[in-house]
């Protein structure tokens, strides 16, 4: 949106913000580090917005909690653009200087009162106005937003929604303010600097530009493809038709994180070839042909990039055991038998001198310079640049930066008479991601032992269950068994459910609906059905 992929101010800011405007991101169980800065932000006295359609912790001591249901957040988002513009609580002076396409915003956002975001959203008008006059009036105000927005077949217009709050209120480029996606898991952000993405090469250049083509061409010495790549939610469809024969899967369990997981299980019980290179046993090495074992964290040397674009180094600890080897020795030699010349790197720090010296945002950092210096924030241009932890203080990086009108679209799949209940799903405190980690570890499975339905007690009168009863969850991809926790933190007609535990696989529920744009599954909603187990 801005130039950028990433989020535009430090997390050493949130402290100091006024307001906090958090959408789609249960912050306090699966980003609680960022959270504790809320949380001092809070006792600082700033104000809190939380929208989640659940009563979150943080939704506890939120000055405003608009508890909308699932998939509704267009609504929400142009209804409080509507309140902003209606009531003259625009930036013009920003619009004007930074900013292009803003009239077509103001007649998209036209009839999308508070009153008729109500009926939709189920979020009172009063509240969607209360919290657009306080963003809009807060000069040092934050977006803080994660999967709960992208993972939608809507999640691009979900994020075009905040940037249009964004712009039109000019709190792009200001301190403790700005628009700041918190990334799912760790080094996600550094792995998209380095290239792991179907469109980009490292440092944010589109593969499709045939300048980058040449550039990465010369130096790596090969003949590389001007089209862009397949995302992973498109791979999996791919490998389920079979299309793609063979995967080399690092550091991932798809048959449990992937949407639709039973296609998943299809294509895997084809695929011709699959390698799995990871630390640990996981559900997908079960189909491995190759099994290549990986150094952890704490067996290698490296970086690490903070959602913040904070540039850290990591530094081994302890020898990787066995025949295990950090992932950056196994590619190498794997691209040499493969045929490639690769270089000869004496260390992980020239691998990353190598990108570094192809990707002008991040030519200041070295792994000398982060030795010497500690963490440094990209775009971090030369051996004298300070780096940046406030991006757009000069304006936008891209000159002038683009709103997007955008419109209402249901999600892919609504409830019915036949699957009557939306689930959502994500994580909890206890156990991160698929838990290939956390439930090795007595204690987070002592805390959080099997999966679980959260349901209000009106949807569990109806369907006569009690607190930790047995219950089948249903949906047209499969069923999976856990145990129901009756709770008023859920809407009525939604229940929601982690997908931690591979006994009862919650991603054979959900569904593989892309986004249009990022091909990104549609893990927050989905049509589902409780039933007592036969």
């Not at 459910?497 to 989905?526: Q, R």
Request: proline residues 6%; charged residues 25%; glycine residues 8%.
């Amino acid at each position: 949106m801005f130039g950028a992929g990433a989020m535009t101010n430090s997390i050493s800011e949130i402290r100091d913000a006024d307001l906090l405007f958090v959408i789609g991101s249960n912050t306090t169980e699966a980003h609680p580090i960022i959270a504790m800065e809320m949380k001092r932000a809070v006792r600082n006295g700033a104000t809190l917005i939380v929208a989640d359609p659940r009563k979150i912790w943080l939704s506890q001591v939120a000055d405003i909690h608009m508890q909308l249901k699932p998939g509704t957040d267009v609504w929400l988002l142009n209804a409080m653009a509507h309140v902003i513009i209606s009531e003259g609580l625009t930036d013009t002076d920003f619009i004007e200087a930074s900013t292009e396409g803003f009239e077509k915003v103001i007649e998209a956002v036209a009839d999308y009162t508070p009153e008729a975001a109500e009926e939709i959203t189920g979020v009172p008008a009063d509240l969607i106005r209360r919290s657009a006059r306080l963003y809009a009036g807060t000069r040092k105000a934050g977006v803080y937003y994660t999967l709960g927005i992208t993972e939608h077949t809507h999640g691009t217009d979900n994020v075009y929604g905040l940037a249009n709050l964004v712009l039109m209120t000019g709190h792009l480029g200001v301190r403790s303010a700005g628009m700041n996606p918190l990334r799912g898991q760790n080094n996600v952000q550094g792995a998209n600097d380095a290239g792991a993405s179907p469109i980009y090469y490292p440092g944010y250049q589109r593969v499709t530009v045939p300048e980058n083509q040449r550039k990465f061409e010369e130096a790596w010495g090969v003949e590389l493809s001007p089209d862009e790549g397949l995302n992973l939610n498109v791979m999996m469809g791919a490998l389920a038709k079979g299309s793609i024969r063979g995967v080399y899967v690092m550091g991932e369990d798809i048959i449990m994180s992937e949407p639709n997981a039973t296609k998943v299980e299809i294509g895997l019980n084809q695929c011709e070839f699959l390698v799995v290179q990871d630390i640990f046993t996981t559900e997908t090495l079960r189909y491995a042909d190759i099994i290549l074992p990986a150094a952890c964290f704490a067996e290698k040397d490296g970086v690490f990039t903070n959602s913040d674009r904070r540039v850290q180094r990591v530094r081994k600890a302890v020898e990787p055991p066995g025949n295990a080897r950090a992932d950056w020795e196994i590619l190498c030699d794997l691209s040499r038998a493969a045929g490639y010349p690769m270089p000869d790197y004496k260390n992980p720090g020239e691998v990353y001198a190598e990108m570094t010296a192809l990707s002008p945002q991040f030519a200041g950092i070295s792994h000398e310079r982060l030795d010497d210096e500690g963490g440094l924030h990209w775009p971090c241009e030369s051996a004298t640049d300070p780096g940046t932890p406030t991006l757009h203080q000069d304006g936008p990086l891209i000159g002038k930066a683009p709103f997007q009108a955008i419109s209402y679209r249901p999600s892919a799949e609504l409830p019915d008479p036949e699957y009557p209940l939306v689930l959502s799903t994500g994580r909890t405190l206890y156990h991160y991601n698929v838990a290939t980690q956390t439930r090795r570890d007595a204690g987070p499975v002592a805390r959080q032992p099997e999966c679980f339905v959260q349901m209000h007690r009106y949807d569990a009168k109806r369907l006569k269950f009690k607190h930790g009863d047995k219950a089948e969850v249903v949906s047209r991809r499969g069923r999976v068994n856990c145990v129901v926790n009756i709770t008023k933190d859920v809407r009525p007609g939604c229940v929601w459910m982690p997908f931690h535990f591979s006994e009862s696989p919650t991603n054979k529920l959900t569904n593989d609906a892309g986004d249009e744009v990022t091909g990104t599954g549609e893990y927050k909603v989905c049509a589902v059905r409780v039933e007592h187990p036969a």
